[in-house]
């Protein structure tokens, strides 16, 4: 196949997942409309169309403190494909019980905590989390690890009570863990996931301003230090089992600031690099969510563990996203899979950025055509490098370079254009 058929394919495919969205999700009609896309027939027609990350954080938080769960059924609605107007948020009293109401309607929202506190609601079908699952275990393939029920799986990462985070925790352990695998941690889990980081989003804002009343920030570092407890309840469960099974393999699930805190915790029982000698793996995504960590976290974790390259799945994704961009073990670029567009964009995200040669820079933004529950139309907060050549480890397809950072950590302000805009659709369709 030809570059010229290849892209003449892919203008196809994202005018013909365009028209089905632009008939179902409300905000993505009215920015059509307003310019005058009726059509894509370029790269360059999808990106006025494409929504900021933060519009999936555009509502007031004041809806969430005095409990309109209704007007929030208005505004995730106005971001989806299907009616939310009509859940029932009657016996709803914080963002938790909201959330279920939600799931219970067949609304699988997915959220993501951020470093300021205030979520991003993002709403997911049953088929987002089918094609989500299928991709994590295509990506275990790629790396040389298919699903075989001969591991100890050992999940770490935070509880957050999302049915998609389970729903990926159970497909793990159901996939990965062999017949008397260890026992999973059967503790306590830390409750109101939601409910707590609206409360640190307000607690900050008061403190900020000053009008923070000492008990209210007593109260609050008193949850806080109960979570941090029943973390290292769950931390030091598994360290028992990994040390009565430091030859068996082991696969962990985790994102790196819990497992650094886990390979801590080792230390602290006077474990030493070179005593775990089990050959085992990894699969982690995400960032450092705002934790501070030594410049060799990575390399502390895989020398205590025993984890080589071949037996770490990493990828590049973001919740927006039902693919994920495997990251390539001989080369450590990110794989972009067939279902995800990728456009690198100016800093402004208002236009496509120049290629100088066979490499691009700029902000990352993405169409994944496999979502269903809302548009797949993504304008992200990182900085990215993108070759548009094969990779030289013979894979075909664009491949993002590892040097991915995040706009805000350069010192700059993320400001994306368009982005005040969309906030305006969503609250004429809220009615704020």
Known sequence: MTEATMQKDVIGTLNAYFQERREQVPVLTQRANDQGITEIRSREDIVPLLFPHTTY?????????KGKWEQMNRWLGSLSTRRVDDVDVSGVSDVDGWIAALEKAGHMVSSSSGTSGKGSFLNKSIRDFEVNKQNLLDCFDSLGMPPETTWHVIPVGPDTGQAQHAAVRDLIINSFSKPGALPLFDGPAPEGFHRYLSRLSAVRRAMADGTAAPDDIASFEAEAAERAGLQEQKLNHYADQIMARRNE????????????????VLRERGVKDGEITGINGLTSGGGLKGTNLPDDYQEQIYRMLNIAPDRFLHYYSMQELNNRMFKCPEEGRYHVPDAIVLLVLNKDGDALAEASGNLVE?????????????WGGTISGDKITVDLGRCPCGRDGETVMPTIVRYSDLGDDDKITCAGTMDAYVRGIVGE
């Open 57 to 65: 954080k555009s509502y007031p938080e004041s809806l969430i403190a």
């Open 249 to 264: 393999n082991i696969l962990f699930s985790s994102q790196f600031p819990q497992l650094y805190r886990l390979v801590e």
């Open 362 to 374: 700029g902000r990352a933004a993405f169409v994944d055509t496999t979502v269903d529950g809302r």
